[in-house]
């Protein structure tokens, strides 16, 4: 398999989006944000990094049952696709994002290709999803895109897991905050998770004074450690 975007497309990407498709180390691609010099995901593995994040640490340590999850950050997608190949539970998934990336970036992305060959289409089907309105993917997936910021919009309750995956907190400082982590600790049910890449002291620090028990647990490939929070 070629995982090389094709160049004349990256290259119109790099003038008018201002991103670039990247190739990590474990096959996957991840995006290049020039303008605040961050990858949407880790150049040791992007599909490495999100499984090991959210599926690992977060989606395999939660109540199972009717699973509600709620997502800071839709990205590429792959959060999501990952946890739709996974279910075998009924799942509610929430994601906030308030800016979406571009239909043709995302079809030049090789998630599918690596995850679900020959499924293709339900990669596309998380991003060609009407917003701010519950779409079936398939018969144990819902999905609910929310266009808008985490710190201000209306977040559903009752969520078992959360995945936090805004930005890191010195590229995107407005989205670490104790209002948000107080936000969605009120949106959660008992014994919910929320999980991160980040392994930040005052990002601990702001769970812990948002109510939640939080450890610090084995990072993904390329990082030491990353955050587990409970709500108690």
Known sequence: ???EPDSLIVSY????KKLSIQLTADGSHTLFVPEIDEHYHSVNGA???SYHVFIKAGWQQAPKGNVRIVEIGFGTGLNALLTLLCADVP???YTVEPEPLPLDTIRLLNYAEILCPGKEELFLALHTAAWDTPVKISSLFTLYKIRGDGNTCTL???AGLVYFDAFAPDKQPGMWNPAIFRRLY???AEGGILTTYCAKGSVR???QEAGYSVERIAGPPGKREMLRATKQ
Do not use: S
Request: glycine fraction near 4%.
């Open 156 to 158: 559903p309750g009752n």
């Open 91 to 93: 799942v509610e998934y």
């Open 205 to 207: 620090r702001m769970m």
């Open 13 to 16: 990407l790099c003038r008018v």
């Open 186 to 188: 009120e949106a959660m």
């Open 47 to 49: 599909i490495q990094e």
């Open 1 to 3: 398999m070629n995982c």
